[in-house]
Structures are given as structure tokens and as C-alpha cells.
């Protein structure tokens, strides 16, 4: 009896490698922040719907709202169902790369319309993020078609993971597009900080970069686990071990942006800052006073 094994009288569910048992605690953690989120934001959720109207902010706010917890509960069955067969995991795992792609795509979508708004309708803006968001679009589906059933043991889990290293250009092309975004809102509230000072972390806070920031900060972290960290065989799932958290953190910073803007959400809603066109039309009005009073009154306004 010294010298019985206890591990190999576990199933194959419970006797998991190290890394594949973090990656089940991190799902949990995953699932938990999907579910709460969904709860706290239930209120607002339903203040918004009944607004009139439906701009295109609202729908994708929609869209994210209920896509993102149906994507993950699904996900998580896959995930924890001891009872999934080889056979039906070939004909599943696509599931989470084709959604998570679609998901992304509408909370990029979401963040260019309102960067587009704080910045006046600039432009060089929906250029920039427009092109960031085509090409995120093109890569993602590209890169969907170079995934694979993770070979682990019969109750373990279907998981998808790359059959290749580079197929993290599938995380790197949105991160590229947040980096932007993030910038942009920098860059937007800076101008406005000149324009009118402000306590910054009063700022920070009226203009959201907390929630831009947090939504490039968990997407680099990711793209940093595909590219750097070295898997030990084909049945790591070390790269894709935070993907499915960056998806819902994503998601739900998004959710907040649009939430977080005051008045309608028409044409992406409106700046709480100092407009980049008000300076300039003051400007104006001004010089067409002062000209005015240097011209005196004319015919048709003599006394």
C-alpha cells in the first residue's frame, strides 16, 4: 500500500496537468465576472432600452449584452462536461474563435463610433480606426480556419487552440486597434485640459480612460501569452489560458463606454468636454463683432 499511486485512480476529469488546472480555475473566474456584470448592469441596461430610438450604439450595445454571457454559458459546457466525446468536440470547437471574432468586431465597431464622436466626426479618425477595424475583421476570419481540437484526454474538456504560433495575430490585430482607440481618448481629453482645466482624476474618470485602459491592458496581457510563453506540448493550453477573460473584459468596458455617455446616443452621442469646434466659432463670432463695431452702423441701421 506504500507505494499505491493515488493519482491513477482518478478519471482523466479530475486528474488534470498543472496548467490545464489553472486554466479551469480561470474559466470559473471568467464566468463569474460574465455573470455578475450581466446582473449589476441589468438596471441600466433596461433604463437604456426603454430611450426612444435606436441608434447604432444602442443595437450594439444589445448585441454585446446578450451575446457575451449565451457565447460563455455555452462555452463553459464544453469546457467542464466530462461527458464530451472527441467526435462532438470536432464538430464544436470553432464555436468560441467564430463568436469571440464577432463579439470583438462589435465592441470595436462601438469604440470607433464614439471616437468618431468625441473627436467631431474627424476624419483622420474613422480613417484610422475604420482601416484598424477592417483589417481586425479580415484577420480574425483568416486565422479562424488555423484552429484545432486541443488533444487532451476524454474528460478534460473541448478546448480550440492554434496550430500555429503565429495565429496570434488573431488577438494581435484587436490590440492594435485598442492601442489607437486608447490614444485617441488620451490625446481628446489632453486637448481638453488645455482648453479647460480640470482636476486630472476628475478627467480620468468623466472621459472613461480607466475602462479604454483596462480594455488594452487585459488584450496586451494576452497577445504577451501567445507570443512569449512556450507551451510544453500540444495538449498546453497556455496560449488561449486568458482569452476567453479578455473577450468578456472587453465586452463588458465596452458596455460601460456606451452607458457612461451622457444624453442621446445619436451619431455616437455628444462630448462632456470642451468641443475642438467651440474654440474656434467663438473665435469667429468675435471677429465678426469686432468688425462690426470698427465698420459702424450702416445705412439701413442709421438712426
Known sequence: ?????????????????????????????????????????????????????????????????????????????????????????????????????????IASLSLAVRMYAIWDKSKLVMGTLGSLLFLQVVIQAICCAFYQVVP???????????????????????????????????????????????????????????????????NMINVLFWFIITPNGPEDTIKTIITSMTAVLTTTMTLRVILGIRGQLNNGGTYSGVSSSSQPSHSHSNAITSSSARKGPTASEGP
Open 152 to 218: 487532451l484526454d476524454v474528460g478534460q474538456g473541448c478546448i480550440a487552440g492554434p496550430k500555429h504560433n503565429w495565429v496570434g495575430i488573431y488577438w494581435l490585430a484587436p490590440t492594435l486597434f485598442y492601442t489607437a482607440t486608447l490614444l485617441f481618448a488620451i490625446a481628446r481629453s489632453r486637448k481638453s485640459q488645455l482648453a479647460k482645466p480640470m482636476n486630472l482624476w476628475k478627467l480620468f474618470l468623466r472621459d472613461g480612460l480607466n475602462l479604454y485602459g483596462a480594455i488594452w491592458l487585459v
Open 1 to 105: 500500500m506504500d507505494g499505491l499511486d493515488i493519482s491513477s485512480l482518478l478519471p482523466p476529469s479530475l486528474l488534470l496537468p498543472p496548467r490545464l488546472s489553472a486554466h479551469k480555475y480561470l474559466m470559473v473566474c471568467t464566468l463569474t465576472v460574465a455573470a455578475w456584470d450581466t446582473l449589476v448592469l441589468s438596471p441600466r441596461t433596461w433604463r437604456l432600452y426603454k430611450t426612444q430610438g435606436w441608434p447604432l450604439l444602442k443595437i450594439t450595445y444589445q448585441f454585446l449584452r446578450y451575446l457575451m454571457p449565451i457565447e460563455f454559458a455555452i462555452v463553459a459546457v464544453a469546457f467542464f462536461d466530462s461527458s464530451w466525446s472527441l467526435e462532438r468536440c470536432q464538430h464544436f470547437f470553432l464555436f468560441e474563435p467564430i463568436v469571440t471574432a464577432f463579439l470583438m468586431a
